[in-house]
């Protein structure tokens, strides 16, 4: 079964705090790929970063970092020096496999909200 | 600009009425998708199409209908509305493998009375 898991549920940080968001995750696929995804108030979902189950490579983009690790089916996501332009929902998924094709699975989502 | 596009934005229902939700794409994917979006649930799939003419269930399909007659529309249907069908839909597409990402519409917000 696939399942993701989003632990924290809320976070509420001071502007230039740096905050970590949890994501863990359960498959039986040995190829999958993770995602996240924000959705700010205006409640697009905008899509940030994709990682595949062959690359643990850790990536930093601009403000943001993941930290991807199998050993721990973890897919966390930092983002340094907040701004309060980061206050949004912030989702985790996972594409998993079925006859059918391929689907999205999300967690439930962590509320970030960045004060000044 | 190039991307998934969802009418109406948003719509209210008395309960038992039917009506349809639509979804068209211009990137040629081939997979398209309805989740539905609950305060503290996350995005649920309900059904999903792998490519024109086939469709399947997602994990909350109960309820909805689904149609792909043309490789650029995925129609969502609910054939007797009731409220705890009250929710936000968004509709996704992507490549088959889905390895680029899919691409969400800008959500329709259902209230049902």
């Known amino acids: 079964a696939q399942k993701v898991t989003q632990a924290q549920t809320e976070i509420s940080v001071v502007e230039k705090e740096d905050v970590t968001l949890d994501c863990v995750y359960e498959?039986?696929?040995?190829?999958?790929?993770l995602f996240w995804y924000k959705q700010p108030p205006s409640g697009e979902l905008v899509f940030l970063i994709r990682?595949?189950?062959?690359?643990?490579q850790n990536e930093i983009s601009g403000r943001y970092s993941w930290n991807f690790q199998k050993s721990t089916s973890s897919f966390n996501f930092t983002i340094t020096a907040s701004q309060v332009v980061d206050s949004a929902v912030y989702f985790c998924?996972?594409?998993?496999?079925?006859?059918?094709?391929?689907?999205?699975?999300f967690g439930k989502g962590t509320t970030l909200s960045v004060s000044s | 600009n190039a991307g998934v596009t969802q009418t109406p934005k948003f719509q209210v229902l008395k309960t038992g009425q039917s009506m349809t939700l639509q979804c068209a794409q211009d990137?040629?994917?081939?997979?398209m998708y309805w989740y539905r979006q609950d305060p503290g649930m996350g995005l649920r799939l309900i059904y999903y199409?792998?490519?024109?003419?086939?469709?399947d269930k997602g994990e909350v399909p109960d309820g909805y209908n689904v149609s792909r007659l043309k490789k650029q529309n995925f129609l969502l249907g609910l054939e007797s509305a009731a409220p705890s069908q009250t929710s936000v839909y968004f509709c996704?597409?992507?490549?088959?493998?889905?390895?680029?990402?899919?691409?969400f519409g800008s959500g329709t917000r259902l209230t049902v009375v």
């Open positions: 996704a597409s992507s490549e088959p493998t889905g390895r680029i990402g899919y691409t």
């Open positions: 199409s792998a490519s024109e003419g086939t469709t």
């Open positions: 990682r595949n189950s062959f690359d643990e």
């Open positions: 990137m040629n994917h081939n997979s």
């Open positions: 998924a996972l594409r998993y496999w079925s006859q059918a094709g391929t689907a999205l699975i």
């Open positions: 498959t039986r696929d040995t190829t999958y790929y």
